[in-house]
C-alpha cells in the first residue's frame, strides 16, 4: 500500500493504480469520461484533471490528468484545487457546446453520467452562442437505439465495441469537430454485446431501443435484485417493472460474473414477461382445444384431489427455481419425480455436477486472466455468450503480462495494447462449426463432436503419460493436439471450456482429462469451465430427478414450467400424454405443452417470483420479484402447496413464505443447505427496516392507481424476502445480494455501481453474492476417464445433423420478445457446400431432411464451416420439432 | 390604567370602521395570474401538445400526486400516453410548473374545485389539457431540442447547423 | 301594572334566560366581528341568526364522551352546578314591578351565596379530569373565584348603605330618584371588575387559558356537557349584567318607555361592554390578577365602604 495525500488527508491506496481509479474508490467525487473500470484509461476526454504537488511547500502544483497518473508513494494532490476545478467546469462548458437541447426527451435522462458531471462541475449557463453541429442517426436494429446529436465523443463506444467486445461492424468516422460513431451504414449491430452501449456510453447517444416503447426514468422503475434467466451463466441483473410492466433490465455488478457487462439476450430477452401468450387465468380443459377459466382455488382443489389420490408423477425444468423443482419433488415424491430434460442432458448435468466436485470452476473474472484457452466442442458465444466476452479478454490480456519490463501499467489501456501490438493469448477453438470468437483464435478446428472429444482425449496424453491414448489419430490432428497441449502446459492459468451443447460426455470427459492432467503437471490455476444449457440446469440434476424417458404410467402427469415437445420428440410426448391421462402444466407462457394440458395454472414469471438458480459454476444465487405477480397468478410452488394443503399433506401444508420451503428443502436434502446461505432470509432487517426496492425519489405513488380508486392502497405484501414493495426503508447499502439498483448522491447514472465496492473494480462492500453448493472435497481424487470414442464413421447418403446455437432464438423464453424474435433466425439446413454440391443442391433451395421416419422442409443454408458429412439445424426453435441432436438423417431435395 | 381605557374606546370605534371581508362568492376575489391553483396543461403556438413526457413534474411533486407514461407518435415525437394528476393529495406547491422544461404544465388562479366524491378530483389528460400556450404564449420546445420530429428535421431546430456531412474530408 | 302569576313568571324567566344566553354566541361573534373589521357568522338564516340553531343540532349530535380515567360521578356533576346556581340566581332579579320569581328580602346576599357556589363546578371539573391542564385551570378558578368575590360582596355594600335594604326591588326602587351610579361610581368599577373575573370571561379568562392549559378546567369535555359550561358562562354574563342594571342603573327604571324594555335596554349595554372587553383587552397574567384582587381593588372596596358609610351617616338621615 501506498500512501497519498488527496487535499492534505493521508489516505492508503493500491500503488498498482492510478489517481483517478484510487480517489474513486476512496470515495471522493471526480468526474471522468472517457475512463472505465473495466476498459482502462486514454485521457481522452481531460475531464479528471487534478493538482499535483511536488512536495508539501509546494502551493502551485501542477494540473494532471487523474486517470493517466500512476500513483506514487507521498504524492500530494488536490481535488478542491481553483484551478484544478475551472479546468474541469472549462471541459464540460466545451462538451456542452453542442449538446442539444432535449434532457426532457432523452433515454438517458436521470441516468446520464454527462448530467451528473456536469452537475459536479458546476456549469449550468451556455456562453457558445454559434450554432451546433448535428449528425444524422443510423438505425442499428431493433436493440439500440441511436441519437448522435448528443455525443461528447468520448471513444468509449468504440474502445468496448471494437476493443472490448470484438465487434467489427461499427467505428469512429469523420474529422475534427464531426466525429461520429456509428456504422459504415444503416443496419442491425453484429455484436452480441451491443446492448451493453447504453451503459457504456456516458449519455444518451446509445440507449434502450426496447425500453423507449415503454419509457419510464430509472428513477421510477421498481428494481429487485435479479439473476438471468436465460442461460446457465447466472448473470446478476435488475429487472425495472412499472404500471406492471417489466420496462427494462439493467446490469447488477457482481466482480467475478458479469462485472459491467451483460449479453444482449440477457438484456432484451425480458419482453416474454408482457408477451400476450402469458397465461393469466387457470384453466380446465373440457374439450379437445375448449376451455373453461377456474378460480385459484377449486383449480388448486382440483389438483389437491389428483394428488391426494396419489398417482401423479412430476416432471421439473431446469429453468424453474429450485424451489419451485422441491416442491414438485415433495408433491410427487422422489421416486415419481423426473427430470425435465432429456436423458442425454441429465446425464451430462449428473457429469458436470460430479466433475464440479473435484475441481471448482473459474469465475468469469478468473476466466479474463486465463492465459492460453481451449475451447471444445462449445460455442460459447451462442450458448452461455457472457462467458464468450470474457474469453476476449482472456486473449487480449494474456499479452499484457510481458509489459511488465516496459514500466507500462495495465491500466494504461492505450499503450499497452499499442505495446502488445496483434499478439494475442493463445486460444484454441474446436467446434462442430464456426463460431463467434474465431477471429482471436490462434487455431480452430472443425469435426463431429467425436472427433473433437478425441482431440481432447489426445491432447490430455500428450499432457501426461497415463491419460489413455487415442487410437488411429490423424497426424495432422496429432499436431494440433500437440501444439494445443503445448501452449496449455506453458501457461500459468491454463483454461479449458466445453459444455454441453453437443450433448457429447466424450467431449465433458476429454475436457476433465486435459484438466485433471493438467493440474496434475502442478499447474493449481488449470481450470474447467462447463457451459450448462439454462438458467437452473444443475440446480434440477442436485435435486437427483430421474430420467425423462422413465416417466410413464401413472394417472397424472405434473409439468413444471417446461414444454415437453422442445425437450423430446413429439411422437414419444405424445405417447405419454395419450389416453385419459391428465396434464397438469405450470408456466408463465402459453406453449404446446400447455395447450394439451387437462388443468393450466398460471405461474408468475421470473420476475414475478423469488427463488434460487444454480449457475454453472454451481453458485446458488436468489433472485427476487420486482412486482408482485398480478391477478391469479402465483408462484409455481404456491400452486404445488396450496394444492398439497387440499390433498393433506402436513409437510408443505404450513409453508407461510420461501423461507419455509428452503427450511425443508435443506432438512430433506442436506447436500443443499448452503442454498440457505444464497441471500439473508425473509425477516432480515437494516436497523428494523425492510430494504427498498424503488428508488427514493420514486414518482405518482398517490397517482398510480388513482384511476381505480382514489384511496391508495397500502403497498403489497412481500412475506419472501426482505424487500419492500415501496421507497420507504433503509437507505443503506443492503447485503449485496440484496442490493436492487445503483444509486448514490450525485452518480445518478451507472457509474453509480462505483460507490457500492469496496474497491473500484473489486467485490460489492459485504462480499459477492451466491454460495457455492458443490465444494470440492477436500482432497480431489478422481482418475482419467477412458472411454476414447472410435473415429467417425460416415454412413453412405447420410448426414450427422447437428444443433446450431443462435444467441437469439436457441433458448425459449427470450423468443417471445419481440426484438429478440424479430434477430432470431427463420429455420434452415445447413451444409457445407462440398456436400451440398455432391447433392446438387444451392443456397435457398428447399430440402427434405428425414428423421424418425418423418420429412422436415428447410432451405438450404451454405455454411462452408461445416465438418464434412455433417449437417446443421439450429436448435431450439419452435418452428422445429424437438430433435435429439446429434442424429443421423437423410437429406433429400425437397419440393415446392 | 389609561392605557386600557383607550384601547377600549379604540376597539369601539372599530365597529364603525369599513370592513375588510370579502363576500366571497357574490363578490369575486382578484387571483393574480400566477396565483397557483388548478393545474393544466398547454398546447404550444402550434396547437401541439406541449408536454414531453419527461417525468420531471412526477419526481418533484411533494406528494407525489403525478403519474404519467411516454410514447412517441411515429415520426418521434414524444407526448404522455395518459396524464393524470389527483388532486385530492396536490398541495399547489407548484414545483410541477416549475421543473417543467416545456412550459407544458402551469398552475391557473381557478381553485373552484371542490366535489362532493373524491373520485371525481382525479383528473386525466383529457380534463388537464387546454387549447392555448397559458401563460407563455410564444414558446415551443420541439423548435430547440435538437431531436428530429415530424416536420422538423435535423438541423432544423433553432441555432443549428445542418447536418454533418460524413463524406467530406476537408480540413 | 298586574303582577303574573310567580309560575309564570318562573317558566317564561328560564325560557328567556336560557334562549338569551344561546342566543348570546350569536351575538358576541356577530359584535366581536364588528368591532374587528369583520361580518362573523352571516350565511346561516338571516343574518346568520339560525347559526345558534346549527351550533346547537352539532353540539347534541357530537359523541357525549367520558374519558375512563376521569370521576365520572364528579365528571358528570360539575356543569350541572354551574348552570344550577347561575339559575337560581335569576329567581330573585326584579325583570319589571312584579316580574320577579321571588322578592327576596335577602336576595343580594342570595345572588352573593349563588355565585360562591358556582366556583364548585369549576373547581370539580378540572379535579375530576384527572388532567394536569384542567386541574390547573381549577386551582386558578378556586383562587381567582374566592379572591374577586370578597371584593365583590364589599363593592356592593356601600349600594346597600344608600338602599338600607338586601332586596332587589328594594334597591331599584331606591333609584327613583338618582341612580346609584353616580353616588357608586367607584362601587360600580369594582363591581364591574369582579364580575368580570367570577364569570370567567375575558380579559379574566386564565382557567382556560388557551394558550397555556389547553382549554383549562374544561379540557376533556365534549359534546352536551362542554355546552352546558358554555350555556353556564353565558349565563354568568347576563345575570351580572342584570345586577349591573340593577344595582346601579336604576333596573327597569326609565322615562317613557315600558319597564320592562328599559331592564332589557340597559342588559344589552352591559352585555356589549363585556364582550367590548373581549376584544379590547389582553389576559393579565396570574399573579397580577391576584396581586390585584388583594393589593388594589380589596383595599378600594374598603375604602369606598368607609367613605360611602361616612358620607351616608353625615347626609342622609337617620331612617
Known amino acids: 500500500m501506498a500512501t497519498i495525500y488527496v487535499d492534505d488527508r493521508p489516505c492508503r491506496v493500491d500503488p498498482q493504480q492510478n489517481l483517478l481509479h484510487v480517489c474513486l474508490s476512496l470515495g471522493f467525487n471526480l468526474p471522468y469520461f472517457c475512463w472505465h473500470p473495466a476498459l482502462g484509461s486514454v485521457g481522452a476526454c481531460r475531464q479528471c484533471a487534478v493538482k499535483l504537488f511536488r512536495d508539501a511547500h509546494d502551493r502551485r502544483g501542477k494540473l494532471v490528468m487523474a486517470c493517466m497518473t500512476p500513483v506514487a508513494d507521498g504524492a500530494r494532490i488536490s481535488l478542491a484545487d481553483p484551478d484544478a476545478l475551472a479546468f474541469r467546469a472549462g471541459i464540460i462548458e466545451g462538451m456542452m457546446h453542442n449538446h442539444p437541447h432535449d434532457c426532457p426527451v432523452c433515454d438517458e435522462g436521470g441516468e446520464c453520467h454527462l448530467q451528473d458531471m456536469t452537475v459536479m462541475t458546476g456549469h449550468d449557463y451556455r456562453r457558445y452562442s454559434f450554432p451546433k453541429r448535428t449528425f444524422r442517426n443510423q438505425y442499428l436494429g431493433p436493440l439500440v437505439n441511436h441519437e448522435m446529436n448528443r455525443c461528447i465523443q468520448c471513444y468509449r463506444c468504440v474502445r468496448f465495441y471494437r476493443e472490448y467486445a470484438g465487434g467489427r461492424d461499427f467505428n469512429v468516422f469523420g474529422i475534427r469537430n464531426l466525429v461520429y460513431f456509428g456504422r459504415y451504414q444503416d443496419g442491425v449491430l453484429e455484436n452480441e454485446f451491443a446492448g451493453n452501449l447504453d451503459e457504456v456510453c456516458p449519455t444518451g447517444v446509445f440507449t434502450d431501443a426496447t425500453h423507449k416503447r415503454h419509457y419510464t426514468r430509472k428513477w421510477d422503475l421498481q428494481f429487485a435484485p435479479s439473476i438471468c434467466i436465460h442461460c446457465g451463466v447466472g448473470c446478476n441483473l435488475s429487472p425495472g417493472e412499472r404500471y406492471g410492466l417489466l420496462r427494462r433490465i439493467v446490469n447488477r455488478y457482481h466482480q467475478d460474473l458479469n462485472s459491467y457487462f451483460l449479453c444482449d439476450r440477457g438484456r432484451y430477452g425480458y419482453e416474454f414477461v408482457n408477451s400476450e401468450s402469458r397465461l393469466r387465468q387457470a384453466r380446465l380443459g373440457i374439450a379437445a382445444g375448449k376451455w373453461q377459466s377456474l378460480a385459484a382455488q377449486p383449480a388448486a382443489a382440483w389438483l389437491g384431489k389428483l394428488l391426494a389420490a396419489g398417482d401423479v408423477i412430476g416432471i421439473g425444468s431446469p429453468r424453474a427455481s429450485l424451489e419451485a423443482n422441491y416442491a414438485l419433488r415433495l408433491a410427487v415424491g422422489p421416486r415419481r419425480f423426473f427430470a425435465g430434460v432429456s436423458d442425454v442432458e441429465l446425464r451430462l448435468l449428473r457429469l458436470a455436477a460430479d466433475l464440479l466436485r473435484r475441481q471448482p470452476a473459474p469465475t468469469l473474472r478468473e476466466m479474463e486472466s486465463a492465459d492460453a484457452v481451449l475451447v471444445l466442442g462449445e460455442d460459447v458465444t451462442n450458448t452461455a455468450p457472457r462467458m464468450a466476452l470474457s474469453l476476449r479478454q482472456a486473449v487480449r490480456q494474456q499479452p499484457l503480462a510481458e509489459l511488465e519490463p516496459l514500466k507500462i501499467p495495465v491500466w494504461l489501456d492505450h499503450a499497452a495494447r499499442e505495446a502488445a501490438q496483434e499478439r494475442r493469448g493463445p486460444f484454441y477453438i474446436a467446434t462442430p462449426a464456426a463460431t463467434r470468437l474465431d477471429d482471436i483464435a490462434a487455431e480452430t478446428w472443425h469435426a463431429a463432436p467425436g472427433e473433437l472429444a478425441r482431440l481432447g482425449f489426445a491432447v490430455a496424453r500428450v499432457l501426461d503419460e497415463s491419460a489413455p491414448a487415442v487410437a488411429d489419430l490423424p497426424p495432422p490432428v496429432q499436431a494440433l493436439a500437440g501444439r494445443i497441449a503445448a501452449a496449455l502446459s506453458s501457461a500459468r492459468r491454463p483454461l479449458v471450456v466445453s459444455g454441453l451443447a453437443c450433448r457429447s460426455a466424450a467431449l465433458l470427459e476429454a475436457s476433465a482429462n486435459i484438466a485433471l492432467a493438467l493440474r496434475r503437471s502442478r499447474q493449481d490455476h488449470a481450470r474447467l469451465a462447463i457451459a450448462v444449457p439454462e438458467a437452473n440446469s444443475l440446480g434440477l440434476a442436485l435435486l437427483d430427478p430421474r430420467p425423462l424417458s422413465e416417466a410413464a404410467g401413472a394417472e397424472a402427469l405434473i409439468v413444471l414450467e417446461n414444454d415437453l415437445y422442445r425437450r423430446a420428440s413429439a411422437s414419444w410426448v405424445d405417447e405419454l400424454l395419450a389416453g385419459e391421462r391428465r396434464l397438469i402444466a405450470l408456466d408463465c407462457l402459453e406453449h404446446p405443452t400447455t395447450r394439451r394440458a387437462s388443468l393450466v395454472l398460471p405461474a408468475a414469471a421470473w420476475s414475478e417470483d423469488e427463488g434460487t438458480f444454480v449457475n454453472y459454476e454451481g453458485r446458488a444465487q436468489r433472485y427476487f420479484a420486482a412486482c408482485p405477480p398480478p391477478g391469479e397468478i402465483q408462484s409455481s410452488w404456491r400452486w404445488l402447496r396450496d394444492a398439497m394443503r387440499e390433498a393433506g399433506r402436513e409437510a408443505a401444508a404450513g409453508w407461510q413464505s420461501l423461507d419455509d420451503l428452503l427450511a425443508g428443502l435443506a432438512r430433506d436434502l442436506p447436500a443443499l443447505a448452503p442454498v440457505l446461505n444464497a441471500a439473508p432470509p425473509a425477516d432480515f432487517r437494516m436497523a428494523g427496516a425492510r430494504i427498498p426496492r424503488q428508488p427514493h425519489r420514486y414518482s405518482g405513488r398517490t397517482a398510480i392507481l388513482a384511476n381505480l380508486d382514489v384511496s391508495e392502497p397500502p403497498p403489497p405484501p412481500d412475506p419472501d424476502s426482505p424487500l419492500a414493495y415501496s421507497m420507504e426503508g433503509n437507505p443503506d447499502q443492503p447485503p449485496a445480494a440484496l442490493l436492487p439498483f445503483a444509486w448514490a448522491p450525485g452518480w445518478n447514472s451507472y457509474q453509480a455501481w462505483n460507490k457500492f465496492q469496496e474497491e473500484i473494480y473489486g467485490p460489492l462492500r459485504g462480499g459477492n453474492p451466491g454460495v457455492l453448493l458443490l465444494a470440492p472435497e477436500p482432497r480431489p481424487a478422481g482418475d482419467f476417464f477412458r472411454n476414447v470414442p472410435p473415429p467417425l464413421a460416415g454412413r453412405d447418403g447420410e448426414w450427422l445433423l447437428l444443433p446450431l446455437y443462435h444467441i437469439f432464438g436457441s433458448e425459449m423464453l427470450s423468443r417471445y420478445a419481440p426484438a429478440i424474435r424479430q434477430l432470431s433466425p427463420a429455420p434452415y439446413l445447413a451444409l457445407s457446400a462440398a456436400d451440398a454440391g455432391s447433392l446438387g443442391l444451392h443456397a435457398g433451395e428447399n430440402v427434405a431432411l428425414w428423421l424418425d421416419g418423418r420429412a422436415i422442409t428447410l432451405s438450404l443454408k451454405i455454411r462452408p464451416d461445416l465438418p464434412p458429412g455433417c449437417a446443421g439445424v439450429p436448435a431450439g426453435l419452435e418452428a422445429l420439432p424437438a430433435l435429439e441432436l446429434p442424429a443421423w438423417s437423410r437429406i433429400e431435395r425437397g419440393h415446392g | 390604567m389609561f392605557g386600557i381605557v383607550r384601547t377600549i374606546w379604540d376597539v369601539f370605534r372599530h365597529g364603525f370602521q369599513p370592513r375588510v371581508t370579502r363576500q366571497y362568492p357574490e363578490q369575486p376575489a382578484y387571483l393574480p395570474p400566477r396565483w397557483r391553483g388548478r393545474i393544466i396543461l398547454s398546447r404550444d403556438p402550434d396547437g401541439g401538445e406541449r408536454c414531453v413526457a419527461c417525468y420531471l413534474c412526477a419526481i418533484v411533486c411533494p406528494v407525489d400526486c403525478i403519474a404519467l407514461q411516454a410514447t412517441e407518435d411515429a415520426a418521434g415525437r414524444r407526448y404522455p400516453e395518459f396524464f393524470r394528476i389527483n388532486f385530492s393529495r396536490c398541495i399547489f406547491c407548484g414545483y410541477c410548473e416549475d421543473a417543467c422544461p416545456t412550459y407544458a404544465i402551469q398552475l391557473t388562479p381557478d381553485f373552484e374545485m371542490s366535489e362532493f366524491r373524491r373520485q371525481n378530483l382525479v383528473y386525466e389528460k383529457e380534463d388537464l389539457l387546454i387549447s392555448g400556450p397559458g401563460k407563455y404564449p410564444g414558446y415551443n420546445f420541439w423548435r430547440v431540442a435538437g431531436v428530429k420530429i415530424g416536420g422538423k428535421d435535423k438541423g432544423e431546430s433553432e441555432n443549428e447547423a445542418p447536418p454533418a456531412d460524413l463524406r467530406q474530408l476537408l480540413p | ?319
Open chain 3, 1 to 319: 301594572m298586574v303582577s303574573p302569576h310567580p309560575l309564570v313568571s318562573l317558566l317564561a324567566i328560564l325560557l328567556l334566560a336560557l334562549t338569551l344566553a344561546s342566543g348570546l354566541i350569536w351575538f358576541e361573534r356577530r359584535l366581536l366581528a364588528w368591532w374587528q373589521d369583520r361580518y362573523g357568522p352571516n350565511r346561516v338564516g338571516p343574518f346568520g341568526l339560525l347559526q345558534v340553531l346549527a351550533d346547537m343540532i352539532k353540539i347534541f349530535a357530537k359523541e357525549d364522551w367520558v374519558p375512563p380515567f376521569a370521576d365520572k360521578v364528579a365528571f358528570i356533576l360539575a356543569p350541572a352546578i354551574i348552570v344550577v346556581t347561575v339559575l337560581l340566581s335569576f329567581a330573585v332579579l326584579p325583570f319589571a314591578p312584579g316580574v320577579i320569581v321571588s322578592d327576596l328580602n335577602i336576595a343580594l346576599l342570595f345572588f352573593l351565596a349563588m355565585s360562591s357556589l358556582g366556583v364548585y363546578s369549576i373547581v370539580l371539573a378540572g379535579w375530576s379530569s384527572d388532567n394536569k391542564y384542567s386541574l390547573l385551570g381549577g386551582m386558578r378558578a378556586a383562587a381567582q373565584m374566592l379572591s374577586y368575590e370578597v371584593f365583590m360582596g364589599l363593592s356592593l355594600m356601600g349600594v346597600v348603605l344608600l338602599a338600607g335594604t338586601f332586596s332587589l326591588n328594594g334597591i331599584v326602587r331606591a333609584q327613583r330618584h338618582l341612580w346609584f351610579i353616580v353616588p357608586q361610581f367607584a362601587g360600580f368599577l369594582l363591581f364591574f371588575i369582579a364580575g368580570l373575573a367570577e364569570t370567567r370571561r375575558l380579559p379574566f379568562d386564565l382557567p382556560e387559558a388557551e394558550s397555556e392549559l389547553v382549554a383549562g378546567f374544561h379540557s376533556e369535555y365534549s359534546g352536551m356537557k362542554f355546552g352546558m359550561f358554555f350555556v353556564g358562562e353565558y349565563l354568568g354574563i347576563t345575570l351580572i349584567s342584570a345586577m349591573i342594571a340593577i344595582l346601579f342603573f336604576g333596573g327597569w327604571l326609565g322615562p317613557g318607555l315600558p319597564p320592562l324594555l328599559w331592564f332589557f335596554l340597559k342588559l344589552f349595554c352591559f352585555l356589549s361592554l363585556f364582550i367590548l372587553m373581549r376584544a379590547a383587552l389582553p389576559r393579565p397574567r396570574f399573579d397580577q390578577l391576584m396581586a390585584w384582587a388583594w393589593k388594589l381593588l380589596l383595599p378600594l372596596a374598603l375604602l369606598n365602604l368607609l367613605v360611602t358609610g361616612a358620607l351616608v351617616l353625615a347626609f342622609l338621615p337617620r331612617r
